[in-house]
């Protein structure tokens, strides 16, 4: 979905037919406001760009500044982005506006936060596809905007061989018959995948079948960390390996001081807290 098509349907949710009832009977159409919008607590800024276009979406009349970029620090009460125009357009665009920014500056405060306990090790930390529909790219963002990353966007990009796939082709075996099979009629492409492509791996067991297949790229599923620092003791130099399943920020430096190359957390996108931002208005009154 593109972003201009998102926020149409987002405000159409809230201001079907561009009306707003109360606003457009208590408001006269002369009166105008100066507002900015500020953070009631420390975060990460995601989603800045995204505001502008919804209120540029309500009202191209209305004018806006941002103070800071995305992926900036800000603290308690630090003004984000300033406006003016029509009142009763700043009050259409309002509550969709900081529905985004609070969200996806949770989501990038929140990988922020994975990101900077784990920062002694270089431990890239990595997003999944539990996304909120419709939000996947913006949330994305957010996460690179709080330091992280992403292996795919979408079930095109790159090929991950997960455990129900596992279970479909009767575990490690069947996937290296299925990779005989490609080596006999594609070997060029076989490279690539193994180069590219990732497995999962539910025990130290199915890690070396996954190493002996020349998978480059192995997912250590519900790994303790110590397993996990026995894989990295193993095939961490010659093995990007990757730690997935039960990781929070209670026990990520565990995980992380194993020195596994990255770790990826669903609970970035579908978990994170909402930032609690704040639109706040001088009007002017004729």
């Not at 795919?152 to 991950?160: E, I, K, M, Q, S």
Request: glycine share 8%.
């Amino acid at each position: 979905m593109d972003l201009e098509h998102l926020i149409r349907v987002a405000l159409n949710e809230d201001i079907a037919g561009n009306r707003d009832m109360t606003s457009d009977l208590f408001v006269g159409a002369e009166v105008t406001g100066t507002a900015w919008i500020e953070a009631r607590e420390d975060a990460v800024v995601s989603g800045l760009p995204v505001v502008a276009a919804v209120f540029a979406e309500v009202d191209p009349g209305v004018k806006l500044q941002a103070l800071v970029m995305d992926g900036a620090r800000v603290v308690r009460l630090q003004r984000v982005m300033e406006l003016s125009g029509p009142a009763r357009s700043i009050l259409k665009a309002e509550r969709t506006a900081l529905n985004f920014l609070t969200h996806l500056s949770g989501v990038a405060t929140h990988t922020r936060r994975f990101v900077d306990v784990t920062a002694p090790w270089k431990t890239t930390i990595l997003c999944t596809r539990k996304t909120l529909p419709g939000l996947r790219a913006l949330e994305i963002a957010a996460v690179r905007h709080g330091g992280g990353d992403a292996y795919r966007t979408n079930l095109t990009d790159a090929v991950l061989l997960k455990d129900n796939h596992l279970g479909i082709l009767g575990g490690m075996d069947g996937v290296r018959r299925c990779l005989e099979d490609m080596r006999r009629t594609d070997e060029h492409a076989l490279s690539g995948l193994l180069a590219d492509g990732k497995i999962e791996a539910g025990s130290l067991d199915e890690l070396e079948k996954a190493v002996a297949m020349g998978w480059s790229h192995v997912l250590l599923d519900n790994f303790t960390p110590a397993d996990v620092a026995e894989a990295v003791k193993r095939h961490g130099n010659a093995v990007y390996l990757e730690m997935s399943g039960g990781v929070n920020l209670s026990n990520a430096v565990d995980y992380a001081s194993t020195g596994v190359h990255a770790i990826s957390v669903g609970a970035l996108t579908h978990s994170s807290k909402a930032v609690d931002f704040s639109l706040e208005v001088e009007w002017n009154v004729p």
